[in-house]
């Protein structure tokens, strides 16, 4: 899955919630859990997760800055957190396993720590405490280039790429004599100004050992955007979580390699 590509067409619902109008997906049934995506990614990079989810029901949405949700200024990842609590109350659902991917793991651990009445698990995954000076310089000055029209949209989707997959992914592409795919249809650069943005103000380091839900880290070995080592503190800071550490998986970890997990913690905790 590539980032910032809008997605193609199909069937959305969208909430009036929390002063925003969200666009989401609810499917399936079952246990239900919640997927939050990460920076530049709308719903859609589930596509590949919830087929595999049979006998749960998957809510998927698009955060602000991102896919078909509408939105008015700028935001925080705090507004993100209660867009999610906002969405639930929409639902009908009063308790859910949260599952957050990157930036999402941060809305994740607010949720955590502001609304655990809402949990039944945490699942944080390539998660930081407070995003990492490198992807700052590199995210925010790429995006800033965009803005200005100095570089193309290209460019940036070309730098996430290569911070989030695999040298291995990347070889295999170049053996074939493919070129790593670009988005067709990117996201909006002032949409993902907002949530860098965000993403900015945003430090959970004092308040994570606070969380009582139960939690599972997981990390890649291989992740350059994030390192291993945060993963790590994050779980050291959390009392009771699990850490899981996949030592071949970059920043973006095909949902695949920890489906099986992720379906035994969720088990665990219903």
Partial sequence: MTFFDVRAHCTLMFADINGIRMSYEDRGSGEPIVLIG???A??????NAVPMMDGYRVITFDN????DTVYDGGFSLEDLADDVVALLDHLGLDRVHVLGWSMGSQVAQLLGIHHPDR???LTLVSTYLRRPARFEYIMSGMNDMVLKG???IDALAMVVNAFCFTEDLFMEYEASGCTFPIP????RPEGLRDQLRAIDGCDTTDEVSGIRV???VIHGGKDIMVEPREGVRVAESIPGSRLLLLDSAGHNIPFEMYWDSLRGFVGSNM
Wanted: net charge positive; hydrophobic share 35%.
């Fill in 64 to 67: 602000r800055g991102v896919g």
């Fill in 184 to 187: 067709e249809k990117p996201e």
């Fill in 42 to 47: 709308n719903g859609a990079f589930w596509s």
């Fill in 150 to 152: 100095v570089a193309p």
């Fill in 214 to 216: 139960p939690t599972m």
């Fill in 119 to 121: 949990l039944k698990s």
């Fill in 38 to 40: 990460g920076f530049g």
